[in-house]
T-cell receptor
């Protein structure tokens, strides 16, 4: 089993739709969790950190479920510009962060 | 002002050659990383350094040798390049382990 697993997609959604991604992790001792966004032929960039209490940033909401060992990302009112690959990442408490393979999102007009 | 920069951006070379990629960060971070992203887009950690010290070497072949002359720089030298080394190599930095990482623009390596 991979340490961090994501559905690769692609998710094809119309503008304005709500879309949710999950990411499961196997290391229960993990301390930090993140969602990164990667555009085609670009570097990953932090979208948001994921806290135990969950966090929201505009149209984006991230949740952490330690009991079931997954994190989620909810995007409301999707925009064309949200089309990208979304990578979940797990900090293992040391100097190693493990990335998922990414979920591709296409938002269409 | 670029936070994490890498050179070169593109690298096309023949099998068997030796090449280097340079990385610099101006964020004052203590920790730097090298990642390899293959054609399937899987981002895999290769090395991490903290305060110029090697912390993680993720079973990378000996042909890959990182070097950190100071906290702001982490270079990657690759000997005897192979076809399978073709990938995008990203440098990244963070304040410390497990914290938000800032990535460079990537170096696209193609080995012919």
């Amino acid at each position: 089993r991979k340490e961090v697993e994501q559905d690769p997609g692609p998710f094809n959604v119309p503008e304005g739709a709500t879309v949710a991604f999950n990411c499961t992790y196997s290391n229960s001792a993990s301390q930090s969790f993140f969602w990164y966004r990667q555009d085609c032929r670009k570097e990953p960039k932090l979208l948001m950190s994921v806290y135990s209490s969950g966090n929201e940033d505009g149209r984006f909401t991230a949740q952490l479920n330690r009991a079931s060992q997954y994190i989620s990302l909810l995007i409301r009112d999707s925009k064309l510009s949200d089309s990208a690959t979304y990578l979940c990442a797990q900090g293992t408490g040391g100097f190693k962060t493990i990335f998922g393979a990414g979920t591709r999102l296409f938002v269409k007009a | 002002d670029t936070a994490v920069s890498q050179t070169p951006k593109y690298l096309v070379t023949q099998m068997g050659n030796d090449k280097s990629i340079k990385c610099e960060q101006n964020l004052g971070h203590d920790t730097m990383y090298w990642y390899k992203q293959d054609s399937k887009k899987f981002l895999k950690i290769m090395f991490s350094y903290n305060n110029k010290e090697l912390i993680i070497n993720e079973t990378v072949p000996n042909r890959f040798s990182p070097k950190s002359p100071d906290k702001a720089h982490l270079n990657l030298h690759i000997n005897s390049l192979e076809l399978g080394d073709s990938a995008v190599y990203f440098c990244a930095s963070s304040r410390g382990g497990g914290e938000t990482q800032y990535f460079g623009p990537g170096t696209r390596l193609l080995v012919l």
